[in-house]
């Protein structure tokens, strides 16, 4: 079952999805950084781990990245399940489908312990359509 979130709603695969490829590497950073949407539309995030570590990607705000990323210090091996998450090995990569039905300013991080820490996050905004 979807859950709509404050960050949007998981999405459905479908042909001729824009795909934005997002990289993870083991200086701790997302490369892009910061990426920009508009209101109702539904993306490929193509996570890749560059690293020779495992990384994730979580969507989130940032309350939710900081609770989450506390429970992850109390149970390192937590398994995620959910679609705006995903675990990614080195030298892999995890799509998430992602319909980002609510503008404003939302987070991205990897939440594995120490990583959120050392700055692994990045930025997404969602704008509204335009109104021409």
Same mark, same amino acid.
């Given at each position: 079952?979807?859950?709509?979130?404050?960050?949007?709603?998981?999405?459905?695969?479908?042909?001729?999805?824009?795909?934005?490829?997002?990289?993870?590497?083991?200086?701790?950073?997302?490369?892009?950084?910061?990426?920009?949407?508009?209101?109702?539309?539904?993306?490929?995030?193509?996570?890749?781990?560059?690293? =020779?570590?495992?990384?994730?990607?979580?969507?989130?705000? @940032? #309350?939710?990245?900081? +609770?989450? &990323?506390? *429970?992850?210090?109390?149970?390192?091996?937590?398994?995620?399940?959910?679609?705006?998450?995903?675990?990614?090995?080195?030298? =892999?990569?995890?799509?998430?489908?992602?319909?980002?039905? @609510? #503008?404003?300013?939302? +987070?991205? &991080?990897? *939440?594995?312990?120490?990583?959120?820490?050392?700055?692994?996050?990045?930025?997404?905004?969602?704008?509204?359509?335009?109104?021409?």
């Amino acid at each position: 079952m979807k859950e709509q979130k404050a960050w949007g709603i998981a999405g459905d695969e479908q042909p001729r999805l824009r795909t934005l490829t997002i990289h993870m590497t083991d200086d701790m950073r997302f490369s892009p950084s910061h990426f920009n949407v508009q209101q109702g539309e539904t993306l490929r995030l193509r996570v890749e781990n560059k690293g =020779q570590i495992l990384h994730e990607v979580v969507l989130g705000t @940032r #309350a939710t990245l900081d +609770e989450h &990323a506390q *429970l992850m210090l109390k149970f390192p091996t937590m398994e995620h399940a959910e679609p705006y998450m995903a675990h990614v090995a080195p030298s =892999q990569s995890a799509d998430l489908i992602w319909s980002f039905n @609510r #503008a404003g300013s939302f +987070e991205f &991080a990897c *939440l594995i312990p120490g990583h959120y820490q050392a700055g692994m996050t990045g930025t997404f905004t969602v704008t509204p359509p335009s109104t021409r």
